[in-house]
């Protein structure tokens, strides 16, 4: 089974620049989450959606950060314009959604390591 | 919200000792603990969970034990392995779903 695919796997910019990244999550997963790690901390969860509905994006810096799953499936996490301090590990995780009460394993990809300038 | 405190930061093992990681939480109606294993700059991989009606868990050398009423958890890895070195976080699901995860153990095993 294909796990969680994120890309880019790296990605470089200058500060003020836009740039997205991309998750697949594991077939079959409703729930996907995207996380913010910095260097030597645990990831910090920016949205969690639930098929095609964000039901928890209290902690996305909604100024310049967006994100959407249009059908259900693949999400983008787009910054704009990004920070220097947006260089961080964005990581998206998946789980099967269908268990309540919030005991859900959840399964994470690669991550994208962005460097801002 | 939930807080999830762990200790230590760093944790140094001779190859063949056991390694043990401790972490506490806020909110009681917690019911959710996993534990992940991060190699550098490899993704979070889940090695063990527990659920809130269970105390303890073991898989192999790894193993996970629950106290409600403290309100803690512990990783416990015996018999460790140069490959067991790299950081392990705990968390806990909040009684809204939500994964709140420590800040991370650094563990060295040495040969």
């Known amino acids: 089974e294909a796990g969680v695919v994120q890309s880019p796997r790296y990605k470089i910019i200058e500060k003020k620049q836009p740039v997205a990244f991309w998750c697949n999550p594991i077939?079959?997963?409703?729930?996907l989450y995207w996380y913010l790690q910095n260097l030597g901390q645990g990831p910090e969860l920016l949205i969690r959606y639930e098929n095609e509905e964000a039901v928890d994006d209290s902690q996305l810096p909604k100024d310049r950060f967006s994100a959407e799953r249009l059908k259900g499936v693949d999400s983008t996490l787009k910054i704009q314009p990004a920070e220097l301090g947006d260089s961080a590990v964005y990581l998206c995780?998946?789980?099967?959604?269908?268990?309540?009460?919030?005991?859900?394993?959840?399964?994470f990809g690669p991550g994208t390591r962005l460097l801002v300038l | 919200g939930e807080n999830v405190e762990q200790h230590p930061s760093t944790l140094s093992v001779q190859e063949g000792d056991s390694a043990v990681i401790k972490c506490t939480y806020s909110?009681?109606?917690?019911?959710?603990f996993p534990w992940y294993k991060q190699e550098l700059g490899k993704r979070p991989q889940l090695i063990i969970d527990?659920?809130?009606?269970?105390g303890e868990k073991k898989d192999q050398r790894i193993a996970v034990t629950l106290n409600k009423t403290a309100k803690h958890f512990s990783l416990h890895i015996t018999e460790t392995q140069p490959e067991d070195s790299a950081v392990y976080f705990c968390a806990a699901a909040d009684s809204w779903g939500k994964l709140q995860f420590g800040a991370g153990t650094q563990v060295v095993v040495t040969p």
């Open positions: 527990i659920r809130s009606n269970v």
């Open positions: 909110d009681s109606a917690s019911n959710y």
């Open positions: 077939s079959g997963h409703n729930t």
């Open positions: 995780a998946s789980s099967l959604g269908k268990r309540t009460g919030g005991d859900e394993t959840q399964y």
